[in-house]
């Protein structure tokens, strides 16, 4: 991507999903301290507090890489909140072992359960995760209700960072909808998995909402780790 995009290599683990926590020596840990410091520089020229993580398929590995991120981030002090905006395949809850009995959902129906709906990981400092919350029939319009740009502008003012898991944006609408009310996008994409067109098309898709997409997170980089430097 043109401009001032950061573009950087996620070398992940098959198995620790929380690599950030569980080893702060592996190469991966690195990365994702990296792809921190760069998101902090580019604060620097503009207020970034809200940032959607999406990808083209599902396969990408944009949930683990926005939980890695946010307990990358934590460390450093900030107070973070994890947003499990995918409605559809919520995933955020089972990475830090958290029930998902209320959630973003709820809350869009009644702003009043943010304290029962926002949940403290007890093992991680100054980081805390709002689950999706029920089901519902129809995600697309849930996310695209009045309620959203309010709900995230209201966690903005109680959160250092609030960084929002969305469904794949080339697959489904819900992404691009949120997309279009935070201050930033990053797009995950999968090493070998991943085509052009598929890519092309999930930058198209945030292109029309006027999303700042603010660079690219390359996952399941796979070569030996005498090469890592």
């Not at 691009?176 to 898709?205: F, H, M, P, T, W």
Request: net charge positive.
């Amino acid at each position: 991507m043109a401009g001032r995009n950061i573009s950087y290599k996620i070398e992940t683990k098959a198995i620790n999903n929380l690599v950030s926590y569980n080893d702060s020596k592996a190469p991966a840990t690195e990365a994702y301290r990296s792809l921190r410091t760069n998101l902090n520089y580019y604060n620097i020229d503009k207020s970034i507090k809200s940032i959607v993580v999406t990808s083209p398929s599902s396969s990408d590995g944009k949930t683990t890489t926005v939980c890695n991120l946010s307990v990358s981030m934590a460390q450093t002090g900030k107070k973070v909140l994890i947003v499990d905006a995918d409605l559809r395949r919520p995933r955020v809850h089972t990475h830090f072992d958290l029930s998902n009995d209320v959630g973003l959902t709820d809350i869009l129906m009644n702003e009043k359960l943010i304290d029962k709906a926002i949940k403290q990981v007890e093992e991680i400092n100054n980081l805390s995760v709002l689950t999706s919350g029920w089901k519902t029939q129809n995600p697309a319009e849930v996310l695209s209700s009045q309620n959203v740009k309010s709900v995230i502008n209201m966690l903005k003012s109680i959160y250092d960072i609030v960084l929002i898991d969305t469904p794949p944006v080339a697959q489904l609408t819900d992404a691009a909808v949120i997309a279009a009310e935070v201050d930033g996008v990053i797009l995950v994409l999968a090493s070998g998995e991943d085509n052009y067109n598929s890519a092309r098309y999930a930058k198209q898709a945030l292109k029309k909402v006027e999303a700042n997409v603010l660079g690219v997170v390359l996952t399941k980089i796979r070569h030996p780790v005498s090469r890592y430097y």
